[in-house]
């Protein structure tokens, strides 16, 4: 701002367009709102490409402040080392980057959001037969590796962790949209009839394996565990078909929120976090009050 | 016509030996459920396909049928959602919101088509600009959250199976059969081959060329959206990331099928073997647990091989430029 | 110079094209090669020309055996050719085209200028009013054939080789060109030439080879033979019929064309045309009559005038409306406009007549098969199937599926188009009598011709265009070719 | 060559009138630093372009690019990572692994045309199963995860400038010059053309069809390379993600410029166009903070409105069928 008056610019930079970067945008909305600054939003469509074109745009335009999930933890460095140097601070969320120059980071953690429902997955896991748990697993390997394997890996270790069971990793695919995921669960199960659960590490990950565990008429066999919150995958919990079993959400407007929030306050000279972890929320089947009160926030 | 029969059949007997192959080594491959299932998978690009093949043969193409399918879901939902809200029953609201979204979606076709007639705008550039367009629409429809707002039985239509057979496969058989009577059995079907195969001497022939892109080009709209209606069926929802990429899975099947990108050449049957290929590899090889990413490399693979052996036998369209 | 040709063979899926050839042409003559549609013609001299590798035989040039591997090491080799189905890049500009094989350069740049220069003194050899910058794809026909012609002319050459030049050609074209041929043979080129037009021969014919069905049938030095002797060393006997000029006096207007213009192609044109007559429209090249004849079939917009068929007016007209009340129209280019090329004989001769051979719009093939087998039989032509792609027929055949396509239509008013392009003289009766017998039937015909003793011999009336106008009827019978000839050009008797 | 001038400039001057529209209503549009920005932004997609013009209009396309893009970036990496174990000094392996990436770059794109002239397999075929297959390698080499072996000079590449132009733009510029040069002003440019326009006169004109068809896609392959290593250089990380949907877009922009599909008509002047076009429409609505979906829609509409505005006059060669 060259001005005194003239209110921050800020630009918030997005990489997919889901449910859950679209919550992220409503809440730097509302804090843009709250703080008076003005924000441009941007999405980079999964592009590293774009997104350094959009950070580039972005510095030129003159922006006090970016707000970004990284695309990249290493790649993206460059363009936001070169927009830092410009002058312009930078806030993470969600995502991560290999270097000390953000102002602050404000993620759920993703290995963390796993975990969240590794440990759900616990104790349904504890009232099996058997000590073999069969587990099949949808993930975005091959369009966001870094986050995907945290989540995987949180959900398998923390019930690993938890349970004398062996868990055997029957199948592991990628199927992030709904539809997709619908296929790919389905064969899947066809493979594999005998599997205990699926977790499924995304939002369309979970509504493809819902629907397909009851397309196959497996209800009740199966279980689904996933990842993401939204009204559709509460819907599912409160219906009493016994097959979405627990999601994590990540609370993607209070994200949004405070990573905005923490720009601004960077950029009044106060001192903001190196790091936020902002939790996670657990839905279970066995919480229908807890899942009706979620409903009711949002 | 005086082939002999088994050069002819080709391109079947390489879905039949992948199947062996798959069946010998995918656990559950055989089941008759995972047939089914292999069945739901294909149907729902199946049905464009069919279309798109005729497309081709005319000389034109349709890039934008993923984001139609999208556009088509998420107005059908939209549309279920605001008949609702005015206390429309939902077993009224449905059926008008599906006739009004085939509707919609035979218009967006058929503008493809006038762009071509009026003012000679090739179809890939329109179809192009309606893949990133359609797209728009759907997300600005949604405001980017998919639209939940089918009863439980709306599942039927996409999830349901009838006398065990998935409801969308009947789909895909009504559809195949249709095409196939109208491409080999109509004169309709003969413009189509004429006009791809040499559009002025079509036209000097006495055939309505404009009339054929229209008819063609809303027809895979409608297509598009009846499948974007089973897709939502399927999910429960009106999502606007559906379908992307499919464009160039189904321009594939089609081509594998043995279509002319040039225009002239192609079958339907050609497709449909196309399109189940297509499904059995993804379908065997998620059974067998291959990863992700040797799964792009084998494909890809498999389509160059399938195609390879049939034009070292020198029987496929595909081989005129 | 010798071109000398020893056991050439080539066969294709299902026929023999060339069976065994054995020929010498000697340098400074014009070789004339003759033979009915599908002799083997066009595929001897594309084994000249590298374009088809014989499957054995060899060729060579005084003595010296030609490795022809390609039409590259043909060119190189000084054998250039133009081919009878046009080859010119229509995206390309004349002089470019002209200058196709040896581009001038600077360095390894392209010098325009001198691209230009050089296209201009080609086409002025050759006193061709063409601007050298225009494209190629809006020429007609006859002035591509003339710009093909000119590109070969631009080489350093040894043997030319002309397919059916003339094809498109009116007479004074064929007089140039008759110049520029006779001029390159004078250098001692060996010059090959492939006609149907029989009469020309004497003017530019040295010896005369005669082809039929793959077979040399013999050598004769043209002063020591005639036609006579020709043709029925292609044919066996060709018998001539006369037509029996008999229109139905008080027969009924079945086509009327009034005050129709389309600027600057032609202006004002009116005429009728009663059921079973066949009326003729001579003209020069680029006199319009293609244009006449496409604005009338509806397949281009005119400016204004009125087309009437049996009285009524068409509104709006388009080739399929014009169909509907019966005409029918047989384009003259046939690649691009009369044929599809990718499918089978069978389909393209019963196109046109889709509609009538289906019921309720449901194909029904044995029909389909019957009607064309009737063509074939009728028209003589030569293919191995009913199943054969239009493709790979010779030139001549694939202009009697043109025309056999219209014929299952069953029309009430034909317009022909250069009907007898590339096609022999056995077949060009077989045509003229299918018009003759049409015109019995009450079936009417428009006929537009370079040739213009062909519309001497088949036409009631003909009516003479030039520059775009209706200039004078004639009735055959009463003039000669030379006094319709001066009409075309606008000499005064 | 006899046209009036302003109108065969028209699509210049579509750009120009879009300029003059961001320049007054996008904040920051005509700093200098942004129109370098957008230059450096094209570049990389420009390059690209420049030779896709040149394959379709010899009638040939190539839709692996993007993924050949991602291809080039990992091996770079995996082999400057490869060399660095070894204790080669970075200043020696860096350019043995630009080499061998080019290389490696151009044999991919050399069988696509492989496949084309000696099986008849249509490139749109073998290039659309590189598509998966060059995504699949470069997922696999690097197992999904970046691979940031390159040291810090090495960004100067992309990242950097030379006298305040970005780096890509300058191979942007050279790229172009050669392809004008090469196309206009060579016989080899001029077959390219004939090739396109009426193969089989091609052919019998004496032209090596097959050589043209080898030397067009090896350096499309090339050149795809070259992006690739900037791609990495700027992100400093060979990543298999970069290069999705690129294939498209760069057609668009091919097609935007004139050029026809149908092979024969096209000219790099119109490419140049064609990218400057795309590049400043998602430049000034990003500038303009226009939401993303309307951003669909609006770039989808003024593709179409430029071609259409273009058609009207009846200039661009994709008005040929
Ligand atoms: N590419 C091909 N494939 C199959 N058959 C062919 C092919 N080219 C020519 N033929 C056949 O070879 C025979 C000789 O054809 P050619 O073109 O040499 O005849 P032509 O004497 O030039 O006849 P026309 O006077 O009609 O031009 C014909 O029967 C033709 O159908
Ligand atoms: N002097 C000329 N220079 C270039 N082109 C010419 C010239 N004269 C005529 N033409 C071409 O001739 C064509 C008009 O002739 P049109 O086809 O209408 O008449 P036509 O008598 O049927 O001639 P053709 O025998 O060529 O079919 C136009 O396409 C035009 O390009
Ligand atoms: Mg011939
Ligand atoms: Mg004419």
Not at chain 3, 434 to 451: F, K, M, N, Y
């Amino acid at each position: 701002a060259e001005e005194a008056d003239k209110p921050y610019q800020i630009a918030g930079i997005i990489f997919q367009n889901d449910q859950f970067f679209q919550v992220i945008q409503e809440g730097m909305r509302a804090a843009a709102a709250d703080y008076g600054v003005e924000l441009v939003l941007g999405n980079s469509d999964n592009d590293p490409q774009q997104e350094i074109e959009l950070v580039n745009t972005y510095t030129v335009r003159g922006v006090d402040a970016i707000v970004i999930s990284p695309l990249s933890e290493t790649a993206s460095v460059q363009a936001l080392q070169q927009a830092y140097s410009d002058g312009i601070a930078v806030v993470l969320y969600n995502s991560p980057l290999a270097a000390d120059f953000p102002v602050s980071y404000l993620n759920s953690s993703q290995t963390q959001l796993g975990s969240s429902t590794g440990a759900a997955a616990a104790d349904f896991v504890e009232s099996l037969d058997g000590d073999t748990i069969r587990v099949a697993v949808l993930a975005f390997d091959s369009l966001l590796p870094e986050i995907s394997d945290a989540r995987v890996s949180g959900f398998i270790d923390t019930l690993r962790a938890s349970t004398n069971k062996r868990v055997e990793i029957v199948s592991r695919q990628d199927g992030w949209l709904s539809e997709m995921a619908l296929q790919t669960a389905g064969d899947i199960l066809t493979a594999n009839p005998d599997i205990d659960l699926i977790y499924a590490a995304n939002e369309g990950g979970t509504v493809g394996s819902v629907q397909a565990v009851r397309n196959a008429g497996l209800a009740g066999q199966v279980k689904v565990f996933g990842i993401d919150a939204t009204a559709q995958l509460a819907g599912f919990l409160l219906d009493d078909d016994d097959v979405l079993q627990a999601v994590t959400g990540q609370q993607p407007f209070i994200i949004g929120y405070d990573a905005v929030e923490a720009a601004v306050r960077h950029l009044n000279g106060e001192s903001v976090e190196k790091t936020v972890i902002v939790p996670g929320v657990l839905l279970e089947r066995q919480d229908p009050a807890g899942i009706q009160e979620w409903l009711a926030d949002r | 016509m005086k082939r002999p029969r088994l050069e002819q059949y080709l391109m079947e007997l390489i879905l039949l030996a992948l199947c062996v192959v798959f069946a010998l080594t995918a656990p559950g491959f055989m089941r008759t459920r995972n047939l089914l299932n292999v069945m739901r998978n294909v149907a729902l690009q199946g049905m464009i396909a069919f279309s798109m093949t005729a497309v081709i043969i005319s000389g034109e193409i349709d890039l934008s049928v993923g984001s139609a399918v999208a556009f088509a879901g998420v107005i059908m939902a939209w549309l279920t959602q605001w008949f609702t809200s005015f206390g429309l029953p939902l077993a009224v609201g449905i059926p008008i919101a599906v006739i009004l979204t085939l509707v919609a979606s035979s218009v967006v076709g058929w503008t493809i088509a006038y762009m071509r007639n009026a003012f000679s705008v090739p179809t890939f550039i329109t179809s192009l600009a309606y893949l990133t367009m359609l797209s728009g629409f759907a997300n600005l429809i949604t405001g980017g959250f998919p639209i939940t707002s089918f009863p439980r039985w709306f599942n039927t239509l996409g999830g349901g199976s009838f006398l065990s057979v998935p409801v969308p496969a009947l789909f895909l058989i009504v559809v195949f059969a249709a095409f196939e009577f109208i491409m080999n059995h109509t004169s309709f079907g003969r413009s189509i081959y004429a006009v791809g195969g040499n559009a002025e001497a079509a036209r000097l022939n006495g055939i309505n060329v404009k009339r054929v892109k229209y008819v063609l080009l809303s027809l895979t709209g409608c297509l598009a959206g009846v499948t974007g209606i089973l897709v939502a069926s399927q999910i429960m929802a009106g999502t606007p990331t559906v379908g992307r990429g499919w464009e160039l899975q189904i321009i594939s099947a089609v081509i594998i099928g043995g279509a002319s990108l040039a225009g002239g050449a192609g079958r339907i049957r050609g497709t449909l073997i196309g399109i189940f290929f297509l499904g059995v590899i993804i379908n065997g090889m998620t059974l067998l647990n291959i990863s992700q990413y040797w799964q792009l490399v084998v494909r890809g693979a498999l389509i160059l091989i399938a195609i390879l052996i049939n034009n070292l036998r020198g029987l496929t369209g595909a081989t005129r430029t | 110079m010798v071109l000398e040709l020893k056991n050439l063979r080539k066969t294709y899926p299902g026929t023999v094209a060339v069976t065994d050839l054995s020929v010498r042409f000697e340098g400074g003559k014009v070789h004339a090669i003759v033979g009915k549609n599908g002799s083997g013609k066009s595929t001897a001299i594309k084994m000249v020309a590298g374009a088809v590798m014989p499957d054995r035989g060899s060729i060579s040039l005084d003595d010296r055996p030609l490795h022809l591997g390609s039409t590259f090491d043909a060119i190189h080799q000084g054998i250039a050719t133009v081919y009878q189905e046009l080859s010119l890049f229509p995206d390309l500009s004349v002089a470019e085209n002209i200058c196709f094989h040896e581009l001038p350069h600077r360095g390894v740049r392209v010098d325009w200028a001198a691209t230009r220069r050089r296209a201009l003194d080609v086409l002025r050899e050759l006193d061709l009013e063409v601007d050298p910058d225009t494209r190629v794809d809006s020429l007609s026909v006859g002035w591509q054939q003339l710009v093909e012609i000119s590109k070969a002319i631009n080489h350093d050459l040894k043997v030319l080789i002309l397919d059916e030049p003339t094809s498109a050609l009116s007479k004074d074209e064929v007089d140039q060109l008759f110049r520029v041929v006779r001029r390159i043979r004078d250098r001692g080129v060996i010059v090959l030439y492939i006609s149907h037009r029989l009469q020309e021969l004497p003017a530019i014919a040295d010896t005369v080879t005669v082809l039929r069905d793959g077979d040399l049938v013999g050598r004769r030095t043209m002063t020591e033979t005639t036609l006579a002797q020709i043709v029925s060393m292609m044919f066996g006997d060709v018998e001539h019929v006369r037509m029996t000029p008999t229109i139905p006096e008080q027969a009924e207007v079945a086509l009327e064309v009034r005050n129709l213009t389309r600027k600057p192609w032609f202006e004002d044109i009116s005429f009728s045309l009663r059921a079973g007559e066949i009326l003729g429209i001579a003209g020069m090249l680029g006199s319009g009559r293609t244009e006449l004849l496409r604005s009338i079939f509806g397949a281009d917009s005119f400016d204004s005038g009125t087309v009437l068929v049996s009285g009524k007016p068409i509104r709006r007209p388009t080739p399929a409306r014009l169909k509907l009340y019966g005409l029918a129209y047989t384009p003259e280019n046939r690649k691009t406009q009369g044929l599809i090329q990718i499918q089978t004989v069978q389909e393209n001769l019963t196109l046109a007549g889709k509609q009538s051979l289906s019921r309720r719009g449901v194909r029904n093939r044995t029909l389909e098969r019957a009607a064309a087998m009737q063509q074939v039989n009728d028209l003589s032509i030569k293919i191995s199937s009913l199943d054969t792609v239009v493709e790979t027929l010779s030139g001549g055949n694939q202009q009697k599926v043109v025309v056999g396509n219209w014929l299952n239509d069953h029309p009430r008013v034909v317009l022909f188009d250069e009907p007898s392009r590339g096609i022999d003289v056995d077949a060009k009766q077989q045509i003229f009598r299918i018009i003759w017998r049409l015109s019995d039937d009450g079936i009417a015909s428009i006929i537009v011709s370079t040739e213009l003793e062909e519309l001497l011999e088949v036409c009631h009336r003909i009516l003479v265009l030039r520059d775009g106008t209706l200039q004078q009827e004639i009735v055959p019978g009463t003039v000669s070719v030379e006094a319709l000839y001066n009409a075309c050009i606008g000499v005064a008797q």
